[in-house]
């Protein structure tokens, strides 16, 4: 059967931009090595072949030019997907992003439309160290006016980017390097799911409960998804039953899947592979507090980067990203 | 120059409908913030720049556009809005923060957005080039004969975003236009303290596109220059960069002390006023007389004084809509 047929997040991802591209004229592609290499990590592999360089742009290393000049064509009614290779790279062209990208629409009024597609890579994990290894999300979920979203399965890859490509606001679209399925690069196998031939949407704000449970709530997204799953797999064997939600989406945030799960299993874990402070799991605990708080069992708990660049040395990097190992641990601490 | 006497007439009235604009505002911003200057204060709060004396560029550029070709502004952007043909109630209105402004009061005086006229412009310096690339981008991409324009300040030709645009912009052969208002002045750093060459057009030969200077601030020069490279652009052939020698008749914001600034300056620049220029011009070539030229100068007066009383009638929005329009 064609559901059974099982991708790799990155073909997951080419097949979504392919079926839009087909279906819309208006979508065309561009970035840093898009084109024939078929993007470094792989999410338009393919694309160029089948539709030139004309809808699959190779652009110079000029990020500040090509982010801003998708903001200008999707003004003209376009609907650019622009690839910017690793987040840690964002530095360079902020301005065009935060400032403009997404902010235009609001100071129009409502008037001007922005259906950009930002794509970028996310995630540590392979010794690449402070510079390739962030994931930096929630700095764009800090900022109104983008859509931010996170994927950690190919199904729900597809998903997720056929719905960014028909938005007509700025989604940033983040994909974890060590999820991609890649030839040369280590990845999680329960990423590789059977993924439909047909164009499908996910809504965005609609958490996954990727794995249901009483005992305790995990909340988390894109790597450390699997890594709650393969905790909770651990914590089954000794009677905890772990409830593990893919946030999916930043913005909107499904608040509502969160809450009504701490109020089922009355305890919350956060992990997350971007920094502790200020960040995603902040946002969660706080969230928790204000609509749950009564109904916890056990103060919330939070497991994420200690707030150290990312660093280089295999052990150390092992150390500051959060474990299955280490989130099993901190569940059954909460347990007692 | 095939200019008919109509067309002149027209780009006289544009000219002091933009300077009775900036004449307005420059009073209206004042209000409430004197005797002690609070900027939060007034009928007309945050920051304001404008643009008196830099009217010909604006002008001379816009009279070859039409209404799909596609203007991007500055901070400094009144001028290019009005030239570009925005509604100018909508346009007051927006920078009295007011419900029936382009962007319902949310963007205010830098941040003008009209889809309709396809303007656009932005607070950030040097901002305005990689959306225009955009634009001109959409325009090949669906087959149109459309341009952009990106306007900036001779300070925002340092900037990256600059560089890499007119890259771009070159390589893919866009049909954009980069027009550099040089007033000599990026807030009070003076252009040789900043820039290592006298001319920013000279810089279009690092990208391989034409480079024009205009060393006047004359409507009908920037005309002539900008003519070419519309046309240019219309072809197919890609980019060019215009830098327009232009003068600041105010502060960088109103309520500059301009310390900066050598103190017969001013004096000079109004006594070379390119509105006034143009008028005796005008009149020296037979194209207008006294009559229609006063004409043109009290419609334009006309149509300023309407739309203030149109912003400051019109009602401020409902606290509470400022949580709406972040999404479409």
């Known amino acids: ?336 | 120059m095939n200019l008919s006497k109509d067309q002149l007439l027209a780009m006289y009235r544009q000219m002091w409908t933009i300077r009775h604009f900036e004449d307005e505002m420059a009073a209206a911003y004042m209000e409430g913030k004197t005797p002690a200057f609070d900027i939060g204060s007034g009928p007309v709060p945050g920051e304001m720049h404008l643009a008196a004396g830099q009217e010909p560029v604006a002008v001379g550029t816009c009279m070859h556009l039409r209404k799909e070709d596609t203007v991007v502004g500055t901070h400094r952007p009144h001028h290019f809005a009005i030239a570009k043909g925005i509604e100018l109630n909508k346009l007051a209105a927006e920078i009295f923060g007011k419900v029936t402004g382009l962007g319902k009061g949310k963007g205010g005086h830098m941040h003008l957005f009209d889809v309709e006229h396809k303007f656009s412009c932005s607070g950030i310096v040097g901002a305005s080039f990689p959306p225009a690339c955009g634009a001109a981008l959409a325009a090949k991409k669906m087959g149109k004969d459309w341009v952009a324009v990106a306007f900036a300040g001779e300070g925002a030709a340092n900037q990256g975003a600059f560089h890499e645009a007119l890259n771009l912009a070159a390589l893919w052969k866009l049909p954009v236009l980069f027009i550099i208002e040089d007033n000599s002045w990026a807030i009070s750093v003076a252009k040789h303290q900043s820039t290592a060459i006298p001319d920013n057009s000279q810089r279009a030969a690092g990208y391989g596109i034409p480079g024009v200077r205009v060393d006047e601030n004359d409507v009908l020069a920037v005309y002539e220059v900008v003519g070419e490279a519309v046309q240019r652009a219309r072809r197919g052939e890609g980019p060019s960069l215009i830098e327009v020698k232009t003068d600041r008749l105010y502060g960088h914001f109103q309520g500059d002390p301009e310390v900066y600034r050598p103190k017969d300056e001013v004096a000079k620049l109004k006594a070379n006023d390119p509105i006034l220029r143009f008028g005796n011009q005008l009149l020296e070539q037979g194209m207008a007389t006294q009559q229609e030229l006063d004409a043109a100068r009290d419609a334009a007066k006309a149509d300023v004084d309407a739309a203030f009383a149109y912003a400051r009638q019109s009602p401020y929005p409902a606290p509470e809509s400022a949580l709406e329009d972040v999404f479409v």
């Open chain 1, 1 to 336: 059967m064609a559901t059974e047929r099982e991708l790799t997040m990155a073909k997951a991802i080419a097949e979504a931009i392919d079926q839009e591209m087909e279906r819309d004229e208006r979508v065309f592609v561009m970035g840093e090595d898009v084109g024939i290499y078929g993007g470094i990590f792989g999410a338009t592999q393919g694309l160029y072949e089948k539709y030139g360089g004309e809808r699959v742009m190779d652009t110079p290393i000029s990020e500040t030019a090509f982010i801003g000049a998708a903001t200008g064509a999707a003004a003209e009614g376009m609907r650019p997907i622009v690839e910017l290779m690793f987040v840690d790279f964002f530095g360079v062209c902020m301005d065009q992003i935060y400032n403009h990208l997404a902010k235009n629409t609001y100071m129009s009024g409502g008037h001007a439309h922005y259906p950009v597609v930002l794509t970028t890579a996310i995630g540590g994990g392979y010794n690449d160290a402070a510079q390739h290894s962030q994931c930096l999300y929630s700095i764009f979920a800090h900022v109104p006016g983008l859509k931010v979203v996170v994927p950690s399965t190919a199904y729900d890859a597809k998903g997720l980017m056929i719905s960014a490509i028909r938005d007509d606001n700025p989604v940033m679209y983040f994909f974890h390097k060590g999820l991609m399925g890649l030839g040369w690069m280590k990845y999680h196998p329960r990423s590789v799911t059977p993924v439909p031939e047909e164009p499908y949407t996910i809504p965005f704000g609609q958490a996954d409960i990727k794995r249901p449970g009483n005992d305790v709530t995990i909340v988390s997204l894109a790597m450390m998804v699997h890594r709650a799953l393969d905790a909770a797999d651990e914590l089954a064997k000794e009677g905890i039953e772990a409830e593990v939600i893919d946030l999916r989406t930043l913005v909107p945030l499904d608040k509502e899947t969160v809450v009504n799960s701490v109020k089922k299993t009355h305890r919350l874990l956060v992990v997350d592979e971007d920094y502790h402070s200020f960040g995603m799991t902040g946002e969660i605990a706080a969230i928790v507090a204000e609509e749950a708080l009564d109904y916890l069992d056990a103060p919330i708990r939070r497991l994420a980067v200690p707030d150290v660049p990312i660093p280089y040395s295999r052990p150390l990097e092992q150390f500051v990203l959060p474990s299955a190992e280490r989130i099993a641990a901190t569940v059954r601490s909460m347990m007692e």
